[in-house]
């Protein structure tokens, strides 16, 4: 038999108006679900410190609580995470036990937002629906059941969850993030060049693992060389990618090159820490406005897990290149990240620096002056 609630525990938003909500210049999370701040519970801040430690690690400076009323005709609950830099999270959560609940409900988030993007083979897709029945019965082999699909847009990313603990639950989470303002101060630290230690026009004279020629109109237009390195780059990288622009086997002053250091296996996180607090301290906040790692991209990179990482993009002043500026123009750019999510050309955690013949002349530059 049909639950009928009443009309007044029912929220009247629909997917759609809410969804469209997101794109507007001004986002207000209340108004966009037609409730008003007397609706909504405070949540203690000892309460959440006793309960959910880790939320307080994360950065979240308050939370807020709905329950018992029906969200998108489907969801009871709704909590509302606050957090230091201002973004905000709302999730919205239910039991499930019919498997097409979470299958339409999926259906109509690509409708409004497209196919978005799942994560395999660590997450199940919604696509698996044989997946998601067994987890709507109480039943999964392994982590991998668990069902996850993500889209994002602007400042906002949207994340459909069919969880395995607690079992059975769906979640649907929508993160607004506030844009950050971009630091384009010049950069006076000098480059990252002082602490690389291996020549890579020497390295170069070696015998490559691999050399792979990409043509253009017959002619090569660049090659990348893939070297194991002597000495690990900054104690992580063991190898190198060399995309050399030119007919000649050589890093020169002329020739466009792109270096990246990466890692097959597991990495010290330590390391890693270190290594991002070198890049911060010479570079400063990023093309995003981010410094140090947050507590979860330290689990990102403690579990060999995706991570977008951090990203330079330096111009002719050595400042962060503003791309509105037509008078600006890129001489090279540093990031790291890390690529691992289980195909096979995966690089890993990589540093990588397009232009890096730019990034040593700048550098020889600075010296000289």
């Given at each position: 038999?049909?639950?009928?609630?009443?009309?007044?525990?029912?929220?009247?938003?629909?997917?759609?108006?809410?969804?469209?909500?997101?794109f507007?210049?001004e986002?207000?999370?209340?108004?966009?679900?037609?409730?008003?701040?007397?609706?909504?519970?405070?949540?203690?801040?000892d309460?959440?410190?006793?309960d959910?430690?880790?939320?307080i690690?994360?950065?979240?400076?308050r939370?807020?609580?709905?329950?018992?009323?029906?969200?998108?005709?489907?969801?009871?609950?709704?909590?509302?995470?606050?957090?230091n830099?201002?973004?905000?999270?709302?999730?919205f959560?239910?039991?499930?036990?019919?498997?097409?609940?979470?299958?339409?409900?999926?259906?109509?988030?690509q409708?409004?937002?497209?196919?978005?993007?799942?994560?395999?083979?660590?997450?199940?897709?919604?696509?698996?629906?044989?997946?998601?029945?067994?987890l709507?019965?109480?039943?999964?082999e392994?982590a991998?059941?668990?069902?996850?699909?993500?889209?994002?847009?602007?400042?906002?990313?949207?994340?459909?969850?069919?969880?395995?603990?607690?079992?059975?639950?769906?979640?649907?989470?929508?993160?607004?993030?506030?844009?950050?303002?971009?630091?384009?101060?010049?950069?006076?630290?000098g480059t990252?060049?002082p602490?690389?230690?291996?020549d890579?026009?020497?390295?170069?004279?070696?015998?490559?693992?691999?050399?792979?020629?990409?043509?253009?109109d017959?002619?090569?237009?660049?090659?990348?060389?893939?070297?194991?390195?002597?000495?690990?780059?900054?104690?992580?990288?063991e190898r190198?990618?060399?995309?050399?622009?030119?007919?000649?086997?050589?890093?020169?002053?002329?020739?466009?090159?792109?270096?990246?250091?990466y890692?097959?296996y597991?990495?010290?996180t330590?390391?890693?820490?270190?290594?991002?607090?070198?890049?911060?301290d010479?570079?400063?906040?990023?093309?995003?406005?981010?410094?140090?790692?947050?507590?979860?991209?330290?689990?990102?990179i403690?579990?060999?897990?995706?991570?977008?990482?951090?990203?330079?993009?330096?111009?002719?002043?050595?400042?962060?290149q503003d791309?509105?500026n037509?008078?600006?123009?890129?001489?090279?750019q540093?990031?790291?990240?890390?690529d691992?999510?289980?195909?096979?050309?995966d690089?890993?955690?990589?540093?990588?620096?397009?232009?890096?013949?730019?990034l040593?002349?700048?550098?020889?530059?600075?010296?000289?002056?």
């Open positions: 038999m049909k639950n009928f609630l009443p009309p007044s525990l029912r929220n009247p938003t629909r997917l759609g108006d809410f969804i469209l909500s997101t507007m210049d986002w207000h999370y209340l108004n966009s679900l037609r409730l008003h701040s007397g609706q909504i519970q405070q949540v203690p801040f309460v959440i410190l006793n959910n430690p880790m939320d690690a994360d950065g979240v400076s939370v807020e609580t709905k329950f018992g009323m029906i969200f998108f005709d489907l969801f009871e609950n709704l909590v509302i995470k606050h957090y830099d201002d973004t905000v999270k709302l999730m959560y239910t039991e499930i036990k019919n498997p097409n609940k979470p299958l339409n409900f999926f259906r109509q988030l409708e409004e937002l497209g196919g978005g993007w799942h994560y395999d083979p660590k997450f199940s897709t919604f696509q698996m629906i044989d997946k998601v029945t067994n709507a019965k109480g039943k999964f392994s991998s059941d668990q069902v996850f699909h993500t889209w994002h847009h602007a400042d906002f990313s949207f994340s459909l969850n069919f969880q395995i603990d607690p079992l059975r639950r769906l979640v649907f989470s929508v993160s607004h993030k506030v844009k950050k303002e971009i630091d384009r101060s010049v950069r006076a630290k990252l060049v602490f690389i230690k291996n890579l026009n020497k390295v170069l004279l070696n015998e490559a693992l691999k050399e792979v020629p990409h043509l253009e017959g002619k090569i237009k660049f090659t990348d060389y893939y070297y194991q390195l002597n000495e690990p780059e900054f104690g992580i990288f190198a990618e060399l995309k050399v622009f030119s007919n000649h086997k050589q890093i020169g002053p002329n020739t466009h090159s792109v270096v990246t250091y890692s097959k597991e990495v010290n330590d390391k890693v820490l270190r290594l991002i607090d070198q890049l911060v010479i570079y400063g906040t990023d093309d995003y406005g981010s410094r140090e790692l947050e507590l979860h991209e330290v689990e990102f403690d579990k060999s897990e995706s991570w977008t990482g951090r990203s330079w993009l330096v111009n002719q002043h050595h400042a962060l791309l509105s037509p008078s600006e123009y890129t001489v090279y540093v990031r790291i990240g890390l691992n999510i289980g195909n096979a050309d690089l890993g955690l990589n540093l990588s620096i397009n232009g890096f013949n730019s040593l002349e700048y550098d020889a530059l600075m010296k000289a002056n």
